[in-house]
C-alpha cells in the first residue's frame, strides 16, 4: 500500500499541510473560534460509518482531514480571545518542535543515554522550568513530564500515601500501599489518610479516588478559611487539626492550590502552611497548576515563592506555558517515593527495560548548577512514571523555554494578567455585570502601586450579570449560562460558564501569549456591551466585516 505513496507525493501532502499550518498561524487572530453548527454537523455526518476495506491512501485522506474534519472543529482554541478554561496556546517554537517531535516519534521510555539524548533533554527541560520559577534545581529531584496536571496530582497523592503509611507507627516499617495492598491494622485509623484542603480542583478528587484513598468527604476534607482572605487557610484551625491528627496517628497530606480556578486569586501564607505541615509529619501537595507561573509577575511572586517548600508540585506545561497538549510537571523532594513506586525490584525487572542508571545523583559538573543531572544518571521515564510507552513531550517545551527564554515568559504572564484587569476595570464600572473577584484588601494593601478596588490579582475574571438584569437575572439559575451561550455566540470572544458561592458566574480565563492589549481588549469590550445590552452579536450578520480586520 505504502509503495503507491511515492516520496513526491509525500512531499506534496506535508506541503499542503504546512500551508494550512501557516494560514492559520498568521490568520488565527480573526477566525471565528467556533466552526458554525453547520460545520459540525457536516463533519458528523462525513464520519466513515465503517472501516474502509480499501484504504484511501495518503492524499484522499489529508483532502478529506482539511476539507471535512477540520472545519467541524474549533477553529481557533489556541487564538488570543479563547478564555474557556486555562488553555494556553501553542508558541511558534513549540509549535514546530511538536511537529518534529511527532516526526521523529520517539518513545521516551527507558534511559539509554549512549543511544539517545532524548531522556537528557527531558530531564534538563525539567531543569530550565526549575530555573524559570527560581526553584533550585537540586529540590526536587524526582520530576517527570505528565500527561498533564491530573496525572501530576496522581503521582503527587500516590507518593504521600506511600510516604506516609511507610512511617505510620501502626503498620510495619517500611509499608508500601503500593507494593502491599491496602493497609489493615486493628489501630489504623479509618480512613487511614486525610486530604485537607481549601478549594481543592476537582482532579485532586479524581487522584485520590484513583490511587485509592477515596474522594468522598471523609477523605477530602474542606478547612476553614482565613476570615480576612477566604482563600488562605486558617492558620490556627489547621494547625490544631495537623496536630488532633498527629495524635491519633493518622496521615494527612494538605492540598494547597496556588491559583484558585474559579478567581485566579492567591491566598497568603504557603510558607506558614509548609512549615506546620514539617512541624506534624504532614505531606504539603502544592496543585499549581496554572498558577505557578503567576509569580514571574513581581508583586505576585510572594504567593509562589515557598513552592519549593512542598513535598510535591505539579505544574502544567499546557496550559500558561504555552506549549501544545498534552503536557504536564511533577516534581517531588522524595525521589525515593517515585522510584518505591515504579521501579521494580531489579531482580523481577524485565530484562529489556534495564539501564545503566536508577537512581538520582546530582551532577558533578562544576560549571552546572547543583542538583543538574548528569546524563548518564537520569532515572528512565518508566520508572517514575504512570505511562511505560512516552511521547517526546520535552521537544516543544525545551523549544518553547529557550526561544523565549526568561523574558519572554515573564511578558506574557504580564501581559495576560494586564488584559485581565483591563477587563475587570471595565465589568466594575459597567452597568450590565458584577465583578465578583475584586481584590481582596489584603491584596490591594501589600501592593505596590495605588490601585482600586477592580484590580484583580491575577489572570481570571469572574462576574456576572447585575441583579437588576432583566436579559439574564442572576436570580435565574440558567441565566449564567444563557450570558455565556450569548457571549460564546458571537464567535470572537468565548468564554466559561462556572458557579461560584453556590450561584451561577461567567469565567474569563487570559492565558494565550498572543492575547494583545489593543485590538483584543476593544472586541471584548465590544461584545460584552453588545451583549449586556441585549442585542446580538453574530459572526455571519458582520459578516466580512465582523470587526476583526
Ligand atoms: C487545570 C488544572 C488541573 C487539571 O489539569 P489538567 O492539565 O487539565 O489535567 C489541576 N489543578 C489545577 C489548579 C488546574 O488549574
Redesign the pocket.
Known sequence: MFDTDSQDDFQFNLDRVISHITDRQTSISSKPILPSSDSITSTISSLPTTLPEKGLGTSSTVNYLLEKVLPGILQAQNGPRYFG??IGGVTPAAQLADILATSYDENVQVNLYQQTASTAVEQRSLELVSDLLDIKRNVFLGRTIT???????VLGLACARDHLLSKSPHLPLGYSWARDGPPSSPTLPSPPIVILGLHP????AKASSLVGLGSGPRVIQSMPADSEDELAFDLTKLEERLKEESQVERGVIVVY?????NTGGFGSGLGKVAELCKQYGSWLHV?????GFAGLMPELREYTKDMDKADSL?L?G??WLNVPY?C?LFYTRHTSSLTNMFQPPSASAPAYLASNATSVSASDHDDLPEGTVRAADVPSPLFVNIENSRRFRALPLLASLLSLGKEGYTDIIIRNINFARSVATYISTSEYYVLLNPSPPSFVHKGSEKRDGAIIPSNIVLFRARSSSTLFPPQDKTSSIKLTKAINESRKVYVSATSWRGEGAVRIAVSNYLTDQKRDLRIVLDVLETVGKGEKVSWEEEGAGNGLA
Request: charged share 15%; hydrophobic share 40%.
Open positions: 478554561f486555562v500527561t498533564g496536571a491530573t496525572s501530576a496530582n480542583h476537582f482532579s485532586i492550590g496556588v491559583g484558585e480556578v496543585d499549581a497548576a496554572f498558577g505539579t502544567d499546557h496550559k498534552d504536564g
